[in-house]
């Protein structure tokens, strides 16, 4: 019986890799019922904000997984990228990206390199809230959600536990951002107790990072929030030999996408050049996932044969090492010529049951949450000096100012000549120990600076949570 897949050859190289794509996963008998759709650079020229016609989302829905070829976003502002659009809407929370040596066959200095990095995929700087708050100065949202780490950082052990990985590493920056990857830490922490047979560790991420580059064999599967993610995976699947050998899956409870993780390189476009690799391996993901795992088995030990025989397209060919450069389609059609074979040297590739990602059963937190105070942000061209007598009269209840910063530098009280600032000013305004207040006096705090004509960009209410800060402190 057929599977009903969507398809969309994407932009740039992405119709030369995609027809590679099907012609290899088709002559290895996978049963596909295809449906295409057009997303991409076209489609947004046509007057389509998100890069696809909204039509295209009943199609999506109603196929088991969709392969995606690489798009092109144009350039400027109103246009969203379509992946994250995509990723998104349909709740796809997991990207997993394989990345692995194919060493002597693929020139690399890793070549024990084995690593599965579990990305947060919806949420983090990619849910896109940003703003320009005055002609100087923008603003991106970061949200880190306990829900989302949770079903993220269940998934990265589960994955673990499936195919038998025996360790699960957390990269934050939660030294930095206390709140944001400091919840995502805590969740790892907490999680990581209900799998005592799997090794755990954290690294904070830059560190981290400089490991992953220079020591990649002492990782085995990362969990990390999303813009790490994404830069990472990048730099790993680059350090095993090229980013156009990797291919992703995007996960959730309701749909799956698979993509190769490179973009659409347009200037390699028609021109017979471009590594299939990556979306063919996304492929392979995807025929585990919808349940042909003898298939995505033939398919694989193929593409490692090929590889193996040092038939490479141009990024991955190297003198002395490979064989045969080849274009696009010829690479394609050594693949097919290699169905049925396995590789002789490069371990071959055995594929049972897809893995079925866990249901999470969310955390309920409660907790006692009250009102104490609000952050300001101002726009202000001048020097402190220039407002502050204006502003330090507003008391509202037991609201009292007690500290402006710029650029999350303290500048008032005890701040030092020496800072730099720029047009953008957070005045806070907090209640005394034992004291509380109310969102309406907050708010005549805001009142209060349009009366004496100050321009008011943003406002954040503080909270304590068990009586504990929910913000960050005054020196910060």
């Keep these: 019986m057929n599977i009903p897949i969507a398809v969309a050859e994407g932009d740039g190289i992405g ?22 759709i057009e997303i991409g650079e076209k489609m947004y020229l046509k007057g389509f904000p998100t890069g696809m016609d909204p039509k295209m989302w009943e199609t999506i829905r109603h196929t088991k997984a969709f392969l995606k070829a690489p798009i092109t976003t144009p350039q400027g502002g109103g246009f969203k990228s379509l992946n994250v659009t995509i990723r998104t809407t ?10 692995i040596s194919y060493y002597p066959f693929v020139d690399t200095k890793h070549p024990e390199m084995d690593v599965v990095i579990v990305r947060e ?10 703003y320009r708050q005055t002609p100087d100065v923008c603003c991106s949202l970061k949200l880190i959600t306990r829900p989302g780490c949770e079903k993220i950082i269940r998934y990265a ?34 999680i990581s107790e209900d799998y005592p047979d799997i090794l755990n560790e954290h690294w904070i991420v830059d560190i981290g990072a400089a490991k992953l580059a220079d020591t990649p064999e002492i990782f085995d599967v990362i969990v990390m929030p999303n813009l790490y993610g994404d830069i990472l995976s990048d730099v790993a699947a680059q350090i095993t030999g090229s980013v156009g050998l990797a ?32 979306l063919l391996l996304a492929g392979v993901q995807m025929l585990v996932h919808i349940g042909q795992p003898k298939v995505a088995e033939e398919v694989h030990n193929a593409w490692l044969s090929t590889i193996e025989q040092g038939i490479h397209t141009y990024d991955i060919f190297v003198d002395g090492k490979s064989k045969q450069k080849v274009g696009t389609a010829e690479f394609g059609a050594a693949v097919v010529r290699n169905l049925g074979k396995k590789p002789n040297e490069l371990k071959p590739v055995v594929y049972s049951t897809a893995y079925a990602a866990p249901k999470t059963k969310f955390t309920e937190t409660r907790t006692d949450r009250k009102i104490v105070g609000v952050d300001v942000f101002l726009y202000h061209k001048g020097k402190l000096e220039d ?4 502003i330090s009269h507003i008391n509202i209840g037991a609201l009292r100012l007690k500290m402006i910063t710029n650029r999350g530098t303290r500048v008032w009280p005890q701040g030092q000549p020496e800072t730099f600032c720029v047009e953008q000013w957070r005045c806070r305004f907090v209640v005394d120990a034992n004291h509380g207040c109310t969102q309406r006096e907050c708010m005549q705090v805001l009142e209060a600076f349009d009366r004496i004509q100050l321009d008011v960009v943003k406002a954040e209410f503080l909270y304590t949570f068990d009586g504990s800060a929910g913000y960050t402190s005054a020196e910060g």
Excluded at 24 to 29: D, P, S
Excluded at 90 to 99: T, W
Excluded at 387 to 390: E, V
């Design 121 to 130: 995929n919806e949420e983090d700087l990619y849910s896109g809230i940003e």
């Design 387 to 390: 407002f502050f007598s204006r």
């Design 15 to 36: 119709p030369e890799i995609m027809d590679a794509t099907l012609r290899i996963l088709q002559a290895a008998g996978a049963k596909l019922e295809i449906h295409r």
């Design 90 to 99: 349909m709740g796809l929370y997991a990207n997993i990206r394989p990345c």
């Design 247 to 278: 291919g992703s899956a995007n996960i959730g409870d309701h749909g799956a996408m698979f993509e190769a993780i490179h973009g659409s390189a347009p200037r390699r476009a028609g021109q017979n050049l471009a590594n299939p690799s990556g």
């Design 157 to 190: 052990f589960e994955y673990a536990k499936h195919y038998g990985r025996k360790k699960v590493t957390c990269f934050s920056k939660d030294n930095i951002m206390k709140f944001s990857d400091g919840l995502f830490h805590k969740v790892f922490d907490e």
